[in-house]
Protein backbone atom coordinates (compact mmCIF):
# COMPACT_ATOMS: atom_id res chain seq x y z
CA UNK A 1 0.00 0.00 0.00
CA UNK A 2 1.49 3.31 -0.96
CA UNK A 3 1.38 6.41 1.12
CA UNK A 4 -1.79 7.93 -0.81
CA UNK A 5 -3.81 4.71 -0.46
CA UNK A 6 -2.49 4.20 3.31
CA UNK A 7 -4.12 7.85 3.51
CA UNK A 8 -7.16 7.01 2.06
CA UNK A 9 -7.85 4.41 4.37
CA UNK A 10 -6.84 6.31 7.49
CA UNK A 11 -9.53 8.84 6.28
CA UNK A 12 -12.27 5.85 5.94
CA UNK A 13 -11.54 4.33 8.43
CA UNK A 14 -12.14 7.35 10.57
CA UNK A 15 -15.33 8.49 8.39
CA UNK A 16 -16.78 4.85 9.57
CA UNK A 17 -15.45 5.23 13.23
CA UNK A 18 -17.52 8.71 13.42
CA UNK A 19 -20.82 7.87 11.79
CA UNK A 20 -20.74 5.04 14.60
CA UNK A 21 -19.80 7.18 17.41
CA UNK A 22 -22.48 9.62 16.00
CA UNK A 23 -24.91 6.78 16.00
CA UNK A 24 -24.12 5.97 19.50
CA UNK A 25 -24.67 9.43 21.14
CA UNK A 26 -21.46 11.39 20.25
CA UNK A 27 -22.71 14.83 18.96
CA UNK A 28 -19.67 16.91 19.36
CA UNK A 29 -15.81 16.30 18.44
CA UNK A 30 -13.15 18.83 20.14
CA UNK A 31 -10.95 20.71 17.82
CA UNK A 32 -7.78 21.70 20.11
CA UNK A 33 -6.72 20.17 23.39
CA UNK A 34 -9.88 21.20 24.90
CA UNK A 35 -11.42 17.52 26.40
CA UNK A 36 -13.14 15.29 23.87
CA UNK A 37 -16.83 14.84 24.87
CA UNK A 38 -17.04 11.37 25.46
CA UNK A 39 -18.97 9.43 23.34
CA UNK A 40 -21.83 7.11 24.93
CA UNK A 41 -19.20 3.88 23.67
CA UNK A 42 -21.70 1.05 25.54
CA UNK A 43 -24.36 -0.24 23.53
CA UNK A 44 -28.06 0.33 24.61
CA UNK A 45 -29.02 -3.30 25.52
CA UNK A 46 -32.34 -3.64 23.93
CA UNK A 47 -34.97 -6.08 25.49
CA UNK A 48 -36.48 -8.67 23.15
CA UNK A 49 -39.90 -7.42 22.93
CA UNK A 50 -37.58 -3.84 22.20
CA UNK A 51 -36.00 -5.47 18.77
CA UNK A 52 -38.94 -4.78 16.01
CA UNK A 53 -39.01 -1.21 16.87
CA UNK A 54 -35.33 -0.98 17.70
CA UNK A 55 -34.34 -1.88 13.95
CA UNK A 56 -37.24 0.03 12.68
CA UNK A 57 -35.64 3.22 14.01
CA UNK A 58 -32.20 2.31 12.70
CA UNK A 59 -33.81 1.41 9.32
CA UNK A 60 -35.46 5.09 9.35
CA UNK A 61 -32.06 6.48 10.22
CA UNK A 62 -30.69 5.20 7.16
CA UNK A 63 -33.21 4.75 4.29
CA UNK A 64 -32.10 7.50 2.86
CA UNK A 65 -28.40 7.52 3.32
CA UNK A 66 -25.78 8.98 1.00
CA UNK A 67 -22.55 8.21 3.17
CA UNK A 68 -20.99 6.65 0.21
CA UNK A 69 -20.97 7.06 -3.37
CA UNK A 70 -23.53 3.85 -3.72
CA UNK A 71 -26.50 5.38 -2.14
CA UNK A 72 -26.24 7.81 -5.21
CA UNK A 73 -27.34 5.24 -7.64
CA UNK A 74 -29.16 2.29 -5.52
CA UNK A 75 -33.10 1.63 -6.49
CA UNK A 76 -33.86 0.20 -3.13
CA UNK A 77 -32.02 0.64 0.44
CA UNK A 78 -31.39 -3.41 1.62
CA UNK A 79 -31.85 -2.64 5.33
CA UNK A 80 -31.98 -6.54 6.53
CA UNK A 81 -35.22 -9.36 6.69
CA UNK A 82 -36.29 -12.00 9.49
CA UNK A 83 -36.73 -12.63 12.91
CA UNK A 84 -35.62 -9.82 14.88
CA UNK A 85 -34.62 -12.34 18.13
CA UNK A 86 -33.19 -14.99 15.61
CA UNK A 87 -30.63 -17.26 16.91
CA UNK A 88 -28.47 -17.08 13.71
CA UNK A 89 -27.81 -14.30 11.42
CA UNK A 90 -25.82 -14.47 8.08
CA UNK A 91 -24.56 -11.54 6.87
CA UNK A 92 -23.25 -11.05 3.24
CA UNK A 93 -21.33 -8.25 1.44
CA UNK A 94 -24.02 -6.30 -0.07
CA UNK A 95 -27.08 -6.47 -2.71
CA UNK A 96 -27.05 -7.54 -5.97
CA UNK A 97 -29.52 -6.88 -9.28
CA UNK A 98 -32.62 -8.66 -7.51
CA UNK A 99 -32.07 -7.33 -4.38
CA UNK A 100 -31.71 -3.87 -5.92
CA UNK A 101 -34.55 -4.01 -7.48
CA UNK A 102 -36.84 -5.40 -4.78
CA UNK A 103 -35.33 -3.97 -1.38
CA UNK A 104 -34.75 -7.15 -0.10
CA UNK A 105 -31.45 -9.58 0.54
CA UNK A 106 -30.51 -12.61 -0.80
CA UNK A 107 -33.36 -13.44 -3.56
CA UNK A 108 -32.14 -13.96 -5.93
CA UNK A 109 -30.92 -17.36 -7.69
CA UNK A 110 -27.72 -17.43 -4.65
CA UNK A 111 -30.46 -15.95 -2.03
CA UNK A 112 -32.87 -19.19 -2.99
CA UNK A 113 -30.03 -21.24 -3.27
CA UNK A 114 -29.05 -19.90 0.64
CA UNK A 115 -32.91 -20.59 1.60
CA UNK A 116 -32.86 -24.05 1.08
CA UNK A 117 -29.58 -24.82 2.20
CA UNK A 118 -30.83 -23.18 5.90
CA UNK A 119 -33.96 -25.24 5.70
CA UNK A 120 -32.80 -28.66 4.37
CA UNK A 121 -29.25 -29.01 5.81
CA UNK A 122 -29.64 -26.50 9.81
CA UNK A 123 -33.15 -27.64 9.43
CA UNK A 124 -34.88 -24.12 9.97
CA UNK A 125 -37.29 -22.11 8.22
CA UNK A 126 -34.93 -19.15 6.62
CA UNK A 127 -37.73 -16.71 8.46
CA UNK A 128 -36.55 -17.54 11.66
CA UNK A 129 -32.83 -16.83 11.02
CA UNK A 130 -31.83 -12.91 10.15
CA UNK A 131 -30.32 -11.87 7.09
CA UNK A 132 -28.43 -8.88 5.96
CA UNK A 133 -25.73 -7.76 4.32
CA UNK A 134 -22.52 -5.14 5.33
CA UNK A 135 -23.58 -2.83 2.82
CA UNK A 136 -27.19 -1.89 2.01
CA UNK A 137 -26.78 -0.61 -1.38
CA UNK A 138 -26.02 -2.54 -4.45
CA UNK A 139 -21.99 -1.89 -5.82
CA UNK A 140 -22.20 -2.06 -9.67
CA UNK A 141 -19.29 -2.06 -12.01
CA UNK A 142 -21.23 0.25 -14.44
CA UNK A 143 -23.13 2.26 -11.81
CA UNK A 144 -25.08 3.92 -14.98
CA UNK A 145 -26.08 0.82 -15.67
CA UNK A 146 -28.73 0.20 -12.60
CA UNK A 147 -31.28 -2.29 -15.08
CA UNK A 148 -28.57 -4.30 -16.65
CA UNK A 149 -27.87 -7.77 -14.76
CA UNK A 150 -24.25 -8.70 -14.67
CA UNK A 151 -23.60 -5.67 -13.36
CA UNK A 152 -22.61 -6.31 -9.54
CA UNK A 153 -19.28 -6.10 -7.65
CA UNK A 154 -18.03 -6.49 -4.30
CA UNK A 155 -18.39 -4.18 -2.26
CA UNK A 156 -14.84 -1.60 -1.81
CA UNK A 157 -13.34 -1.62 1.35
CA UNK A 158 -14.07 2.28 1.84
CA UNK A 159 -18.00 1.18 1.36
CA UNK A 160 -18.04 -1.23 3.70
CA UNK A 161 -16.11 0.70 6.11
CA UNK A 162 -18.79 3.55 5.66
CA UNK A 163 -21.81 1.14 5.99
CA UNK A 164 -20.69 -0.94 9.03
CA UNK A 165 -21.80 1.28 11.56
CA UNK A 166 -25.45 -0.23 10.54
CA UNK A 167 -25.05 -3.95 10.12
CA UNK A 168 -22.80 -3.37 13.53
CA UNK A 169 -26.18 -2.08 15.11
CA UNK A 170 -27.94 -4.79 13.81
CA UNK A 171 -25.87 -7.08 15.26
CA UNK A 172 -25.87 -4.98 18.56
CA UNK A 173 -29.80 -5.43 18.26
CA UNK A 174 -30.82 -9.04 17.67
CA UNK A 175 -28.04 -10.27 19.61
CA UNK A 176 -28.00 -13.42 17.74
CA UNK A 177 -25.93 -16.81 19.39
CA UNK A 178 -24.15 -17.39 15.94
CA UNK A 179 -23.49 -15.10 12.76
CA UNK A 180 -22.56 -16.61 9.65
CA UNK A 181 -20.35 -14.67 7.11
CA UNK A 182 -21.16 -16.13 3.91
CA UNK A 183 -18.09 -15.23 0.95
CA UNK A 184 -14.79 -13.96 1.23
CA UNK A 185 -15.63 -10.29 1.46
CA UNK A 186 -17.80 -10.48 4.13
CA UNK A 187 -15.39 -12.74 6.00
CA UNK A 188 -12.44 -10.73 5.72
CA UNK A 189 -14.23 -7.62 6.69
CA UNK A 190 -15.67 -8.85 9.68
CA UNK A 191 -13.25 -10.82 10.56
CA UNK A 192 -11.01 -8.35 9.71
CA UNK A 193 -8.47 -10.75 7.98
CA UNK A 194 -6.92 -10.80 4.73
CA UNK A 195 -6.89 -14.90 4.24
CA UNK A 196 -9.11 -16.40 2.07
CA UNK A 197 -12.36 -17.50 2.18
CA UNK A 198 -10.97 -21.31 2.69
CA UNK A 199 -8.61 -20.32 5.24
CA UNK A 200 -11.20 -18.85 7.15
CA UNK A 201 -13.83 -21.05 6.72
CA UNK A 202 -15.02 -24.15 9.03
CA UNK A 203 -13.94 -22.69 12.28
CA UNK A 204 -15.59 -20.66 15.04
CA UNK A 205 -14.37 -17.15 15.81
CA UNK A 206 -16.02 -15.62 19.13
CA UNK A 207 -16.68 -11.91 18.52
CA UNK A 208 -18.01 -9.57 21.10
CA UNK A 209 -20.85 -7.22 20.35
CA UNK A 210 -21.93 -5.02 23.11
CA UNK A 211 -22.09 -7.04 26.52
CA UNK A 212 -22.40 -10.44 24.45
CA UNK A 213 -19.72 -13.06 22.58
CA UNK A 214 -21.21 -14.15 19.52
CA UNK A 215 -19.86 -17.18 17.48
CA UNK A 216 -19.02 -16.00 13.84
CA UNK A 217 -18.66 -19.07 11.38
CA UNK A 218 -17.57 -17.90 7.64
CA UNK A 219 -18.47 -19.98 4.47
CA UNK A 220 -17.98 -20.13 1.07
CA UNK A 221 -20.85 -17.66 -0.85
CA UNK A 222 -23.24 -19.77 -2.31
CA UNK A 223 -22.91 -17.85 -6.04
CA UNK A 224 -19.64 -19.80 -5.53
CA UNK A 225 -21.64 -22.84 -5.38
CA UNK A 226 -24.43 -22.35 -8.82
CA UNK A 227 -20.56 -21.35 -10.56
CA UNK A 228 -19.02 -24.63 -9.20
CA UNK A 229 -21.86 -26.79 -7.65
CA UNK A 230 -18.66 -29.03 -5.97
CA UNK A 231 -18.59 -25.95 -4.03
CA UNK A 232 -21.48 -27.29 -2.77
CA UNK A 233 -19.59 -29.31 -0.01
CA UNK A 234 -17.82 -26.57 1.74
CA UNK A 235 -21.42 -24.85 2.55
CA UNK A 236 -23.12 -28.03 3.95
CA UNK A 237 -19.45 -28.83 5.89
CA UNK A 238 -20.31 -25.46 7.88
CA UNK A 239 -23.79 -25.55 8.04
CA UNK A 240 -23.53 -28.52 9.51
CA UNK A 241 -21.61 -27.02 12.01
CA UNK A 242 -24.17 -24.49 12.85
CA UNK A 243 -27.04 -26.75 13.04
CA UNK A 244 -24.91 -28.72 15.83
CA UNK A 245 -23.93 -25.59 17.22
CA UNK A 246 -27.72 -24.61 17.85
CA UNK A 247 -28.87 -28.38 18.90
CA UNK A 248 -25.94 -28.12 21.41
CA UNK A 249 -27.17 -24.97 22.96
S1 LIG B 1 -24.02 1.49 1.14
FE1 LIG B 1 -24.40 1.99 3.29
S2 LIG B 1 -23.11 3.80 3.71
FE2 LIG B 1 -23.31 3.60 1.47
S3 LIG B 1 -25.07 4.90 0.98
FE3 LIG B 1 -25.84 2.81 1.22
S4 LIG B 1 -26.53 2.72 3.35
FE4 LIG B 1 -25.18 4.51 3.17
Known sequence: MDAREELQSIIGDLRGYLAQEKNRGLTQVARSKAPVITPVTTPKVVTNAGKPEALAKLYQEYAACLNCPLGRTRKKFVFGEGDPNARLMFIGEGPGFDEDHTGRPFIGKA???????????????????????????????????????????????????????IITRQIEIIQPDIICLLGRTAAQAILKSSD?????????????????????????????????????KYLWVDFKKIKNFLAAD
Open 111 to 165: GQLLTKAIETTIGIKRAEAYIGNITKCHPMKDPGKPDMRGNDRPPAAEEMVSCLP
Open 196 to 232: GIHQLRNKFYTMKYGSKDIQVIATIHPANCLYDPSNK
